[in-house]
C-alpha cells in the first residue's frame, strides 16, 4: 500500500519580515548607503532588502567596537558578561521557532534541520560559552588571560546563525566586541540576531553586523582597527585573507574547506553506516565544509553497501524546505548550483557512472538531486575538489593501510569517518588520519564542548571547547593549549 | 508449511541448523547494530509529521492491522465475546481489526465470536509469556489451540537458551512448533525486552526467520520495555534483509506499549521507510495493542467531525 505523507509545512506566520533592514552598528539600525536583494533559494521569491556597508560603515562599526571594547566590554567582570550570554542563549531558544522558520527562508535547508540542528546548538554555544565567561583563568592560559581587542568576523553561508553562534559567543565570553559580516545571500538571521541582542540589553557596540559582498568583507578583515580576524569559509577566500593578514601582525583563525574521507569497513554496521553516510554529504544538501564528500569503501562489501546506499537515498524526500517532512532542500544559490553542476559533469567526463536518486526537481528555485559516483578514482576531479553539494565519490580499498593513505590523499583535513566494530581499527586509523575531527561510527556530529577545526587546507585554529577560547584571548604566546 | 527454494538455498548456504557453533557463526556475523546510530534513526522517523489526508489514511490502516489482544487471567468467554464484536464493528465507519488475540483455552469463543467477519483468531502458546515448560507440553499447548480453531499462534522464544547461546535449542524448539501449527501461521515473539542489545534483536530475529517464522514478534507484553520504535526498526531491516536475500516475505509485529494514534502512526512511517510498501499490509505488519483501538476511533471521529469525543463515547470492549 502507497503512504504518501500530504505537505506539513511550517508556517510562516511566526516570522514578520520587514522590507528592509539596515545595518546593526552601535546597538541601533542604521541605513546604509545602498542595498541588495535577498532571496529564498527554494522559490527565488525576494525575501527583504538588505544594506550593503561601505568601508565607511565598517568603519564606524570598527569603531563602535572599539569603544565598546575599552569602555564597557573589557572591564566587566566575567560573571557579568556571562549573564549577557546566558540571556542571549535564552532568547533564541524562546525565538527559535521563528529563527528555525527565517533560516530556512533565507537558506533553503530544510525546516527540520533548522529546528532540530542549527538553532539548538547555536543555542548551546551561548550557553556554553556563558559558562566560560567567570572562569577564564582556569582554561590553562595562565591566570587572568587579557582579551584581544576587536574581532572581525565573516562566515559563511551554510549554517548562517550556527556560525554566528560559533563566532560571537567565544569572543564574547572572552571580553572581546565584534564586526560580525554575514554571508550576502543569507544574511536575515544574523539581523534578527541583532534585535535579540537588543532585547538581552547588550550594551551597544559590543555586536555589530555589518550586511554586504565580498567587497565588505574585504574592507573589514583589512581595517587597521581589527585586532582578531576570524573567518570561515573558502579556502581560496580564507588565503587571500591570510595574505593581508600577514603583513599586519592580525590574529588570524581559518576554517576552510574540506573533503573528508568517510572510511566504512566490512565489519561496520552496514544500517548505521549507510545513515551516516547519508547524513555526512546529504545533510544541509552537502553545503558543509566537513562533508563526507568521499566514501571509501572496503572492496569486499563495496557492492553491498552500495546497493543499501541507493535503497536508502531513493527514499530522500527533497522539496519544499518548509515542510516538515522534507529532508533534502535547496541549493543555496544559482552560483553554488551551477559549481556543482559543473563539477558533477567533470565526474561524467572523467568517467565515473553518476547516480541520482530518483526525486522530481521543483520548477522554480535551485535544485540538485543527491547524487553518487561510483568508479571514483584520485585523481578524477570529483575525488579532489571540493563540491559544496549534495554529490558523493565513492572509492574502494583494500587494506586499512590504503584507507589511510587514500583518506589522507587531499589537500584537505578537516574532518574524517570510520565505520566498524573493531574499537582497535578506529583508534589505529583515528591516530593516522590527518583531520581535525575524526568521527568513529557517526558522522557530522557538532558540540559546543568539542573543539573543531582543520589540517593543511582546510585552515588553522579550533572553534569550541577549551582549545577554541585560545583564539580570542591574549596567551602571551606561549599558552599551554 | 514448508520452505520454497530460495529459503532452502539460505539455510544450505550458512550451514546452519548443524550446531550451536554453525548458528552462532552465522549470527554473530551478520553486520552489527550501532545502538546509538539506530536510536537517532528511529528518533528522525518518529518525527515525521502526518497530517489531514496521510494520517486518515495511516489510522484505517493501523486499525486495520491490529491485533486486538486480551490476555489476562481474569479473561472469560464473555469478555472474548465483547472483544469479538467490537474487532469486527469497531464503529464510526472503521474498518475491522486484522485479528483478536487470547489465550488457547479461550480461542472457541473467539472463533464462534468472529464467524463470518473474515477476522482472523490468533492464540498465543508455548506456555505464554515465560515458556519456561518442557516442550512437549509447549507443543501440546500449540496443538490446542490449532485444534481448537486458531488461525495464527503466537510463540514465545526461550530466551534462557538464546542468552545462554544455545541457539540450536532455539531453533530446533520453533521448528517444532511450526510443525505442530498444521497450516496456521506462526508469530515468533522474540521478548526483546529481555534479550539486552539490538544485536540480539537482529540475531534471534534471523534465528526465527530462518526456523519458519510466518511473524517475528517484539513482545508479550508482560515484560517491559516492550515494543519500542529502535526494535522495530532492526526487525524491520532483518525482514527487508532476508527477504532481499531470497528469503520468503516475514512479516513484524510490534506489541505491547502502543497505545495512542500518534504511536502507531509512527510505526507505519518506520514501516513505510524501512521495509517499504510491500510491508504496508495486515498481512505483513500487526500492531499488537488493546487500548491502541479507541484512541485511533478517537482520532478518527475528530478528523470526521472536527471536534475530540469524550471516552463516553468510545465502547470499553
Not at chain 1, 560573571?79 to 533564541?92: D, P, Q, T, W
Not at chain 2, 534479550?195 to 517491559?224: E, P
Not at chain 2, 526498526?233 to 536475500?245: I, P, T, W
Request: one cysteine or more; aromatic letters at 8%; proline letters at 6%.
Amino acid at each position: 500500500m502507497r503512504f504518501e505523507y500530504a505537505p506539513a509545512p511550517e508556517s510562516r506566520s511566526v516570522v514578520s519580515l520587514r522590507d528592509c533592514y539596515g545595518l546593526f552598528i552601535n546597538g541601533e539600525f542604521v541605513d546604509g548607503n545602498s542595498a541588495f536583494k535577498t532571496i529564498s533559494p527554494a522559490t527565488e521569491e525576494v525575501l527583504a532588502e538588505v544594506a550593503h556597508a561601505g568601508p565607511e560603515d565598517v568603519d564606524r562599526a570598527v569603531a563602535a567596537a572599539r569603544r565598546a571594547y575599552e569602555r564597557v566590554w573589557s572591564a566587566l567582570p566575567g560573571r557579568e558578561r556571562g549573564k549577557y550570554l546566558f540571556r542571549i542563549a535564552r532568547i533564541i531558544q524562546e525565538r527559535a521557532r521563528e529563527l528555525a522558520v527565517l533560516e530556512t527562508l533565507d537558506n533553503g535547508k530544510p525546516i527540520r534541520e533548522s529546528r532540530d540542528v542549527d538553532v539548538p546548538l547555536a543555542a548551546a554555544h551561548f550557553f556554553y560559552h556563558a559558562g566560560w565567561a567567570d572562569k577564564l583563568g582556569y582554561a590553562g592560559f595562565g591566570p587572568s588571560p587579557r582579551p584581544l581587542g576587536v574581532a572581525g568576523q565573516v562566515i559563511p553561508w551554510n549554517f548562517p546563525l550556527l556560525m554566528l553562534a560559533w563566532k560571537i559567543a567565544p569572543a564574547l565570553a572572552c571580553g572581546n566586541t565584534v564586526v560580525l559580516k554575514p554571508a550576502e545571500t543569507t544574511p536575515l538571521t544574523a539581523l534578527l540576531f541583532a534585535e535579540i541582542c537588543q532585547q538581552a540589553g547588550l550594551p551597544p557596540g559590543v555586536v555589530n553586523i555589518v550586511t554586504g559582498d565580498g567587497s565588505t568583507g574585504q574592507a573589514l578583515v583589512a581595517h587597521p582597527g581589527i585586532d582578531k580576524v576570524a573567518f570561515t569559509g573558502s579556502t581560496e577566500v580564507g588565503k587571500e585573507i591570510a595574505r593581508v593578514c600577514a603583513v599586519s601582525g592580525k590574529r588570524l583563525t581559518l576554517e576552510l574547506g574540506g573533503k573528508a574521507a568517510n572510511v566504512v569497513f566490512d565489519d561496520a554496521p552496514v544500517d548505521q553506516a549507510v545513515e551516516g553516510i547519508v547524513n555526512g554529504i546529504f545533510f544541509n544538501q552537502g553545503h558543509v565544509c566537513c562533508a563526507g564528500s568521499r566514501l571509501l569503501v572496503q572492496e569486499s562489501v563495496a557492492g553491498e553497501v552500495l546497493d543499501a546506499l541507493k535503497r536508502r537515498m531513493a527514499t530522500l524526500r527533497l522539496g519544499d524546505p518548509l515542510d516538515k517532512n522534507t529532508d533534502v532542500g535547496a541549493i543555496n544559490s544559482r552560483a553554488q548550483l551551477d559549481k556543482i553542476t559543473e563539477l558533477a559533469s567533470s565526474g561524467d567526463a572523467e568517467g565515473a557512472q553518476r547516480w541520482s536518486a530518483p526525486c522530481p526537481l521543483p520548477d522554480r528555485g535551485f535544485w540538485f538531486p543527491p547524487t553518487v559516483f561510483t568508479g571514483v578514482s584520485q585523481a578524477h576531479r570529483i575525488a579532489r575538489e571540493e563540491i559544496f553539494g549534495p554529490v558523493l565519490s565513492v572509492l574502494t580499498f583494500r587494506t586499512p593501510a590504503e584507507a589511510v593513505e587514500k583518506a589522507n590523499n587531499t589537500p584537505y583535513g578537516l574532518s574524517a569517518g570510520v565505520w566498524t566494530e573493531k574499537g582497535s581499527l578506529i583508534l589505529w586509523l583515528a591516530s593516522r588520519l590527518r583531520a581535525g575531527v575524526v568521527w568513529a561510527n557517526t558522522f557530522n556530529r557538532f558540540d559546543p564542548s568539542s573543539p573543531f577545526g582543520g589540517y593543511k587546507e582546510s585552515g588553522f585554529g579550533r572553534e569550541g571547547g577549551r582549545h577554541g577560547l585560545e583564539a580570542y584571548l591574549d596567551v602571551g604566546g606561549g599558552g599551554d593549549a | 508449511m514448508s520452505h520454497n527454494g530460495p529459503m532452502d538455498g539460505i539455510t544450505a548456504l550458512a550451514g546452519l541448523a548443524a550446531s550451536d557453533a554453525s548458528l552462532r557463526r552465522f549470527l554473530h556475523g551478520l553486520p552489527g547494530v550501532d545502538e546509538v546510530g539506530a536510536r537517532a534513526r528511529a528518533d528522525v522517523l518518529a518525527s515525521r509529521s502526518i497530517k489531514t489526508d496521510s494520517k486518515r489514511q495511516a489510522i484505517d490502516l493501523a486499525i486495520s492491522m491490529i491485533d486486538l489482544t486480551t490476555l489476562e487471567g481474569q479473561d472469560t468467554p464473555g469478555k472474548v465475546r465483547a472483544l469479538c464484536a467490537k474487532a469486527s464493528r469497531p464503529g464510526f465507519g472503521a474498518p475491522p481489526v486484522a485479528a483478536v488475540c487470547v489465550y488457547p483455552d479461550l480461542v472457541p469463543a473467539a472463533v464462534a465470536g468472529v464467524a463470518g467477519t473474515g477476522i482472523k483468531v490468533a492464540s498465543v502458546a508455548t506456555a505464554f509469556p515465560s515458556g519456561r515448560a518442557a516442550l512437549d507440553v509447549k507443543l501440546a499447548d500449540v496443538k490446542s489451540a490449532v485444534a481448537a480453531g486458531a488461525d495464527e499462534v503466537d510463540m514465545v522464544i526461550d530466551r534462557g537458551a538464546f542468552l545462554s547461546g544455545r541457539y540450536l535449542t532455539v531453533f530446533e524448539e520453533i521448528v517444532a512448533v511450526r510443525a505442530s501449527c498444521g497450516d496456521a501461521h506462526l508469530k515468533v515473539i522474540l521478548e526483546t525486552g529481555e534479550l539486552g542489545t539490538l544485536d540480539s534483536v537482529r540475531r534471534a530475529s534471523w534465528l526465527a526467520m530462518l526456523a519458519g517464522a510466518d511473524f517475528i514478534k517484539t513482545s508479550t507484553g508482560k515484560v517491559a520495555p516492550a515494543a519500542t520504535l529502535p526494535v522495530t526498526l532492526v526487525m524491520l531491516e532483518a525482514v527487508r534483509d532476508f527477504a532481499a536475500a531470497g528469503g520468503r516475505r516475514i512479516g513484524v509485529k510490534p506489541a505491547g506499549g502502543i497505545r495512542t494514534a500518534k504511536d502507531a502512526i509512527r510505526y507505519l512511517v518506520l514501516v513505510n521507510e524501512t521495509a517499504g510498501e510491500p510491508w504496508l499490509d495486515p498481512a505483513f505488519f500487526r500492531i499488537g495493542a488493546s487500548s491502541l483501538l479507541n484512541d485511533l476511533l478517537m482520532q478518527r471521529a475528530r478528523m470526521e467531525t472536527g471536534r475530540y469525543a469524550g471516552p463516553d463515547y468510545m465502547t470499553v470492549d
